[in-house]
């Protein structure tokens, strides 16, 4: 079983950066799996912003996010990054870790095999 852990929220005002991380607790390797981050705002369903494929060379992002924020990943450290710059009060939502077994363009869809527990990204006007 892959359990995910999401850690690097936070409080930052607009135009600020932070840096998600999604670290792998239980031992096992994500190197085979495509990565995912998502999010979810109050009173919105949870939707996709970034995935990446288990060998980094490979990305999606939504196109409200493309230039801010960047996905990468260290299969050596078994963790995903998502470092987040000019952050809008728009970006305020959960953000969500997530693991699928088959590739990253399937993930965009949202049908992880494994879910984080989420991490709170809010974002001052």
């Known amino acids: 079983q892959v359990q995910l852990v999401e850690s690097g929220g936070g409080l930052v005002q607009a135009g600020g950066s932070l840096r998600l991380s999604c670290a792998e607790a239980?031992?096992?390797?994500?190197?085979?799996?495509?990565m995912g981050w998502f999010r979810q705002a109050p009173g919105k369903e949870r939707g996709f912003v970034a995935t990446?494929?288990?060998?980094?060379?490979?990305?999606y992002y939504q196109d409200s996010v493309k230039g801010r924020f960047t996905v990468s990943r260290n299969n050596a450290k078994n963790t995903v990054y998502l470092q987040m710059n000019n952050l809008k009060p728009e970006d305020t939502a959960v953000y969500y870790c997530a693991a699928e077994g088959t590739s990253a363009s399937r993930l965009r869809t949202g049908d992880a095999d494994y879910w984080g527990q989420g991490t709170q990204v809010t974002v001052s006007s």
């Open positions: 990446i494929s288990g060998s980094g060379g490979i990305t």
């Open positions: 239980s031992g096992r390797t994500i190197g085979g799996y495509a």
